[in-house]
Structures are given as C-alpha cells and as structure tokens.
DNA sequence: AAATGTGAAGAGGTTCACAGCG
DNA sequence: CGCTGTGAACCTCTTCACATTT
C-alpha cells in the first residue's frame, strides 16, 4: 500500500520554468529588446526549453502573442511576476543564523529587492539580542511571541536536520504558508504548505553519480 | 525549430530519489534494522514515493531483495553507494568564497565526511593568501596555475552570475567534470559536464507562486 | 510571410496488479 | 503466506505539425 499525495490536481503549470522565462525577459528588457519570439525567447533561456514548449506554457496563461510578431516583453514580463507572485513584495523568517543563514539573508538584502528579512531566530546566546541590518535576532524559543506580528509569508529553514521538522511545525503554526528548507531532512507538513528543499548533500550525489 | 539535449538517452535512474533512499537505509542502519520492506522503506523516505516506485527503482540496480522478506540493509545501502558514487571520497574545488563559499565549505567540512573542500579561489585581495582550514585561498587570476595538480572531481561556483559562465568554462577546461553552480545564470557546458544549478530566486518564486 | 496557438502523436515515468519465489 | 520483481495500463508532459491570425 502506502497511498501518497494525490495524483490528479496537475498545476498545469511550470513554475521553474516560468521563472526562467522572466529572468530572459527581464535580459531581454535591459538589452532593449521589446518584442520576442518563442524562438528568441528559447534560445534565451537555453537550458534545453524548446520553443514549442515555451508556446504550450505561456498559452496557459491566456493569449497575448501575437501571430506572425511574437510577444510584447514588457507585457510578458508583468504577466509572469503575476503568476510567479512577484508582482509584490515578500517578508521572510530565517531561523537558523550561522553561516549559511547569514549568507543567504545576505544574498537576498542585497540582491533581491522583492524579498526582504523581517525575522531572525538562533539559539546561540551570543547571536541573540544582536542586530542584522536592524533585524533584530531572537531566541527560537520565542518564535511564538515574536513571529506572528511580523507578516511573513515564507520561512526559511538552516537549522540542523534533528531540528527541522520541529521548526517547520511551528513555522506553519505562526502562519506562515511556504518553507524553504535546508536542512538534510524531509518534512512531513499540511498539504497546503508549500515546501522546497534544498539539499546539498543530494545536489552533490547527483554530481558524483554522473561521475562514476 | 531550436533543437536541444537529445531526448532520448532516458537514463533510467533517478539520482534524487536513489539519494533519499540511501539516507532512509543509513538511518535505519542507526536504528539497527537490518531488513526492510519496500513499505517500510517508503513510509522512512515519505515525500510521496509509493513503495511500488521503490521496488522499480532498486529492481533497475539489480536484484537482491528477498521475497517474503525485503531488503538487505547493508548490502542495499552499499549498492546504492556505488551507483550514486559514494563509496569513494572526493575533492571540491569552491570558487568565490564570499558569505555562500565560506557557508557551503563550512557545512561539508563538518556535515560531509565524503566531500574534501580541496582548492580555494577568490578575487579579493585580503582573502587572497589566507587559509582555511589549511587550504590556501588563490585568486581566480591563478586558476590555471594551482588548479589542475589538485585533482578536483567537483567544482562549486559562487561568484555573481555575470562571472559565472566564464568561470565554469575554467573550471571545464582544467579537467572538472561536474559543477554545482549556485550563481542565477544558465550555464552552457559541453554535454559530457554534469552541472547542477541551486537558484535562490527561483526556489522562492516557486514559493510564492504558490502563495498567490 | 511569419510566428502563434493547439490538437494529435509520442516519450517518459508512475501505478497497478499479479505471477513468481522464498 | 508475504513481499519482490515486472509486464501492462495509465497518466503526464513534450514534441510535432499545421491551421490560424496578423
């Protein structure tokens, strides 16, 4: 037995790729470009996305190409942030501030404008009570008391794999709707959570598979 | 047209899940079961792999389960080892060793006993010279000089994605055979590289997809 | 003429269900 | 009897090819 997610509810729709298509769109802004086609666009993105499979996607989301032209970037663009939920910004949660939790706060500060730290847990003593870019660090302990009031939709996890599945439990009690996790752990949470992980350990045995 | 990747050339194999199954297996090897159901084993792994995957899955590796009884722990977790290349170690060679470098050679210095971070590189000057760990932190500008005599198997990529392609093509060309890029850039590599792309942006775009 | 949008065909991967074997 | 191993059915996603529209 042993019955999983279910099958049917298929999204229809591809977000890695979709983000893919804004971010050669985005390119295409900066280089100037105001009208692409699939084929321009494929050859953009690259990463083995034919044509045809960027017609099926961006099909799903209505018809604004147009036939013998191709598509309005500008309008594209806007499209997909829409779709993608980046037509808005973001508050997020970090719990877990060692090295990689400090290194992503700071990719995202300052590389990605619609994503914004609001919240910082760790448990070590000498991190508590410090300032991140006038984020103040607090204890995991207080997660409860400090995190629902701060409107974050995301959190993310870097806290050590025993931990994680405690956390993200009492991330998704204080509301929050989506995790991205780090930890080398699977979590077991509602199915209307969302829930990405990224585990370098795996990441790195796909390498040495290929390798072998 | 925009032809792409060949089609076909299936491999059959699935390295993620193959990944999750060895973890599953070693711990309960901690836990000192020393056979397990493919059942058993699905309800470890969770994450919606049915048990029937998991028998088609390892049935592709060969075949060493007993019927009636299940698999061999120790003997499944060894094979599973070799396919995904882990029965050996191997050395890595980080190039940008900002907040992210410094972050992921932290983590498998001290989390992956299989992974040896062997080669450092990095354009700023007060990090050029250093050492940690007691490797050497070269500039980039050298990469062809240290690199090669290092014997690295696996290259990670951390510098901005403007920096990214070319550094990867570096990489390609003193022998690396397998990268894992964490700049937000596609990278174009010969067929023969194996290369893995973790994008942050596109990770919480999915996340916020699924918010809106 | 050129490129979209899309039904149909094709591949690839997953689940079913049961024969086979310990 | 219980669980593996596996062909067949199934389903999802991709590619093809062309009618359609500007």
């Known amino acids: 037995m042993s019955r999983r997610r279910k099958p049917s509810n298929s999204s229809?729709?591809?977000?890695?790729r979709l983000f893919l298509y804004h971010r050669a769109l985005e390119d295409a802004l900066r280089d100037g470009t105001s009208v692409v086609t699939s084929d321009d666009l494929a050859l953009r993105v690259g990463r083995g996305v034919s044509s045809a499979q960027i017609r099926k996607d961006l099909s799903h989301l209505g018809t604004f190409g147009r036939r013998g032209q191709g598509y309005d970037v500008i309008m594209l663009v806007k499209r997909l942030a829409r779709v993608l939920g980046l037509d808005r910004d973001w508050r997020i949660a970090i719990v877990g501030f060692g090295f990689?939790?400090?290194?992503?706060?700071?990719?995202l500060e300052y590389r990605e404008e619609k994503f914004h730290i609001a919240a910082i847990f760790d448990v070590a003593k000498e991190l508590v009570g410090t300032r991140w870019h006038g984020v103040r660090v607090s204890h995991v302990d207080d997660l409860e008391k400090v995190l629902p009031v701060l409107e974050c939709g995301i959190g993310i996890i870097t806290v050590p794999a025993s931990a994680a599945q405690?956390?993200?439990?009492?991330?998704?009690?204080?509301?929050?709707?989506?995790?991205?996790?780090?930890?080398?752990?699977?979590?077991?949470l509602p199915e209307r959570v969302a829930v990405r992980s990224i585990d370098l350990a795996s990441e790195l045995s796909i390498l040495t598979h290929h390798l072998s």
Chains 1, 2 share one sequence.
Do not use: D, E, S
Request: hydrophobic share 55%; proline share 8%; aromatic share 6%.
């Open 166 to 188: 405690a956390v993200a439990q009492r991330l998704v009690r204080c509301g929050l709707g989506a995790i991205l996790n780090f930890a080398p752990a699977t979590l077991r």
């Open 12 to 16: 229809l729709l591809n977000p890695p």
């Open 100 to 107: 990689l939790g400090h290194a992503l706060a700071t990719f």
